[in-house]
């Protein structure tokens, strides 16, 4: 007989966070395959260690909460969120191990600080000689943001659990909002069947740009492979240290240009154009967005540093600037500069341009980060509704509209929540750039590293090294957390927490 | 419930759907390279 336990809330969630890491663990059989493949047998053993612990815990996870999901399985949007929330936090230390035992990190917040950037496709990094890491690190660190730009419970949902009344709740807790198909499993499976056709043909095309530039074969698939990750995913990871720069070459730039967009829109726009509506892409409010935010960036950056003649050709402000600006909009953060450069070249208007692209961001249910496209187009739509009501007559009534794949009724609801989440965003901007001050760093600086880290964006101006101060690397670990699971899931993890902690004080 | 199904027709439509996305994300780079071309010939 299955006994039930006290506590269905824990017991779900204990159940639900053991499976998804689970699924993320098994995942350390790849970089430890790879290693292998390659000779690399310390590192085989570093990743089976890893994989032991985080096994082991998913396992006990699992197992403590399997007879409350049995007898009290019905899922609450609380459980949905805190599940999703709670899976990246605990995954953040259990994919950190990899990183520890390679000898790279000095620190396991350094460690941690790492996964997370990962994760949330943010893209700095404190791990130490990039360039002479090995090739299952490598792998694992483009793995982790790949996956994480999917996200790890549209991972477990499409191959793990079955379909289940309530799944829907995990997906949106994950920060990720349109049912493509009505099922919750297909619309998973579809956001990785089309994640993996691009990785197909993002590695192929890389990989031929690779051998063109002088790659060697195994390099220019591994290096196609890895910047195709770190580019879909909206990442901006790469394997050494120079980071675009490395391979010095136009065509791998503009082929890396194409995925990183496409990285950063939409799944239902995907899925839409995919499945024959091809001028969607014009149609739709966030593309329009990205479109004016990019352009306005771009022209704004290039005429800055045209004037200042720092870059005067045509080549140069496009692999220069406008590569860093749509790379920053995408929330990418491939850098064809170096980060000082961005101080010491590009002086206040480009910085102030690239800064505010940072902030904008990519599409909502996409891989990228900031206050989404979609969210900035709605609040400057409702903007204009106002004036328009404010300039007819009183007594005409309007229903506004938004093309979101289809028309949409631009009601308050939806405004309020969009005005809603841009502002705490803006509050944890505000609050990592006060943070960055307070340590001395110059304002500016601040400003650019905030809205990068916030941005889930990744270009940096240096400020973040694992020389900064401890409260400074926390703090972005939470903005990046924070950032990507757009709030409303951490905030339910607190809250459930908080209950708990309640519960068990009016206990003792 | 609806499984994915392969079928010849379908894989044809989806590459030619991706093939779009791919057109549209060329259209726009090649339009990007433009704005710089521009900038770089206004005497500033």
């Known amino acids: ?508 | 419930m609806k499984r994915f199904n392969f079928n010849r027709a379908t894989f044809k439509s989806d590459a030619v759907g991706y093939a779009s996305e791919i057109g549209w994300m060329v259209l726009y780079t090649i339009a990007l390279f433009l704005l710089s071309w521009i900038i770089s010939v206004i005497p500033w």
């Open chain 1, 1 to 508: 007989m299955v006994k039930e336990i006290k506590h269905p809330t824990l017991g779900i969630i204990s159940y639900y966070t053991g499976y998804i890491i689970v699924g993320m663990s098994l995942f350390m059989i790849l970089p430890a395959s790879a290693s292998a493949l390659f000779r690399e047998w310390n590192v085989v053993l570093d990743f089976l260690i890893s994989l032991f612990i985080s096994l082991s815990l998913g396992m006990v996870l699992v197992l403590f909460g399997r007879n409350t999901r049995l007898h009290n399985g019905r899922l609450m949007w609380k459980h949905g969120f805190v599940v999703a929330s709670l899976s990246w936090f605990v995954l953040m230390f259990l994919c950190a191990i990899p990183y520890l035992l390679s000898g790279h990190m000095n620190s396991l917040l350094d460690a941690t600080f790492d996964v997370m950037s990962g994760f949330t496709t943010t893209g700095v990094f404190l791990l130490q000689d990039l360039d002479h890491i090995s090739i299952g690190l490598n792998l694992w660190r483009h793995m982790l943001t790949f996956i994480g730009g999917q996200g790890m419970v549209v991972l477990a949902l499409s191959f793990l659990v079955r379909e289940m009344a309530g799944a829907y709740k995990f997906y949106v807790g994950e920060g990720k909002d349109v049912a493509l198909v009505p099922n919750v499993r297909g619309t998973t499976q579809i956001i990785w069947i089309i994640s993996m056709v691009y990785l197909f043909i993002g590695t192929s095309t890389l990989f031929i740009t690779g051998l063109l530039i002088g790659l060697n074969p195994t390099n220019a698939f591994l290096h196609g492979l890895f910047m195709f990750m770190a580019g879909w995913s909206t990442g901006g990871f790469a394997p050494n240290q120079q980071n675009i720069m490395f391979y010095h070459s136009f065509s791998f730039e503009v082929v890396s240009i194409l995925f990183f967009i496409l990285g950063s829109m939409n799944f239902g726009l995907h899925y839409a154009i995919i499945k024959g509506k091809k001028m969607e892409f014009l149609k739709n409010i966030e593309i329009q967005s990205f479109l004016i935010t990019s352009l306005t960036g771009s022209a704004i950056a290039a005429v800055a540093l045209a004037k200042s003649g720092l870059y005067s050709d045509s080549v140069a402000l496009f692999r220069r600037v406008v590569f860093n600006i749509v790379s920053a909009n995408t929330t990418t953060g491939f850098g064809t500069v170096f980060a000082r450069q961005f101080i010491l070249e590009w002086g206040p208007l480009g910085m102030l341009a690239i800064t505010l692209v940072m902030l904008v961001g990519g599409s909502a249910c996409s891989t990228a980060g900031g206050f989404k496209g979609l969210r900035v187009g709605i609040v400057v739509k409702a903007f204009f509704a106002d004036m328009r009501k404010l300039l007819t007559s009183e007594r005409r009534v309007k229903i506004e509209k938004y093309h979101h794949i289809k028309d949409m009724v631009l009601d308050d609801a939806v405004v309020r929540t969009s005005s809603t989440i841009i502002f705490l965003y803006l509050l944890m901007f505000t609050g990592a750039t006060m943070l960055g001050a307070y340590f001395g760093y110059p304002v500016v600086d601040s400003m650019f590293e905030a809205a990068s880290i916030s941005g889930n964006v990744g270009l940096s101006i240096g400020i973040t090294a694992t020389t900064m101060p401890s409260a400074m690397k926390i703090y972005y670990i939470f903005a990046m957390y924070l950032g990507r699971l757009e709030f409303l899931s951490v905030f339910a993890l607190i809250g459930v927490m908080a209950q708990g902690v309640k519960t068990w004080l009016k206990r003792a």
